[in-house]
């Protein structure tokens, strides 16, 4: 039986995600957004967190995990690579790992840049992935930490899931990345396509999260690096794909 997945927004831009395992009962927060980010799903559902996935060490995915340890008991797994920039976490895991919630399994992705030890968390069953912010939607996290090749690395290894994979990322900047998008990439149809469901959806108020990743694959340029076209319109041709990769994360901080 397939995980149930809740995902609201919280905080301005965040999403609050729960997963709930139906025939065990169990159920888990992808991140901690704040103490009260997951009180209204868990008022109309009845859930109780019984465990914290963290993927990075972000106050904004963090915040909430000493209220909610203490309120619920919860388990708190976080990556081992950022294990003493997180507190309260109780046991660490790493990419290839596998973590079981409830009677189902998620398997750990290492996806390093926006932080060195970012991690997300991939749903092989029902093909769910709790990307954070590795990946949004037309989008990649900022790098503030770590270098492109590695940053690419891991992108590439997110974009090797199933193209029918739904993609749960951590912010709702789906608007603004389509802008940047469409600014170096004006001329992909899958790219053009995207871009006007999210303003439709946008201006209906709606989120754009959860996004289906065969999509993003043909439209995100952030996962197009080794595109020879799109390298060429970055004056890269021929360039290796981290290096354009590189290229785009710079264009985007500074767009
Ligand atoms: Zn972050
Ligand atoms: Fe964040």
Request: hydrophobic letters at 40%; charged letters at 25%.
């Amino acid at each position: 039986m397939a995980f149930e997945i809740i995902c609201r927004p919280v905080l301005g831009d965040n999403y609050a995600v729960l997963i709930h395992c139906p025939l065990t009962g169990k159920t888990a927060a992808i991140d901690a957004a704040s103490e009260t980010a997951y009180d209204g799903v868990l008022a109309e559902t009845g859930w109780r967190i019984d465990m914290i996935l963290i993927t990075h060490h972000h106050g904004d995915h963090t915040d909430g995990i000493g209220a909610l340890k203490q309120r619920f008991g919860a388990e708190v797994i976080g990556p081992e690579g950022e294990r003493d920039k997180i507190v309260g976490l109780d046991r660490t895991v790493g990419g290839g790992e596998r973590i079981a919630l409830g009677a189902q399994n998620l398997e750990i992705i290492d996806t390093p840049g926006h932080t060195l030890g970012h991690i997300a968390y991939f749903d092989p069953a029902g093909k769910n992935l709790f990307s954070a912010d590795a990946l949004f939607s037309l989008g990649c996290g900022r790098m503030f930490e770590g270098t492109p090749g590695p940053m690419w690395a891991g992108l590439e290894k997110l974009r090797d899931l199933p193209d029918e994979t739904e993609v749960y990322c951590g912010h709702e900047y789906s608007a603004a990345n389509a802008k940047f998008a469409l600014s170096v990439d004006p001329d992909n149809p899958a790219l053009v396509a995207r871009a006007a469901e999210i303003a439709r959806l946008r201006a209906d108020n709606k989120p754009t999260v959860p996004f289906n990743l065969g999509i993003d694959k043909a439209a995100n340029p952030f996962l197009r690096a080794d595109d020879p076209a799109l390298a060429a319109r970055m004056g890269l041709a021929g360039a290796n794909p981290g290096d354009v990769f590189g290229a785009i994360r710079k264009a985007k901080d500074n767009f």
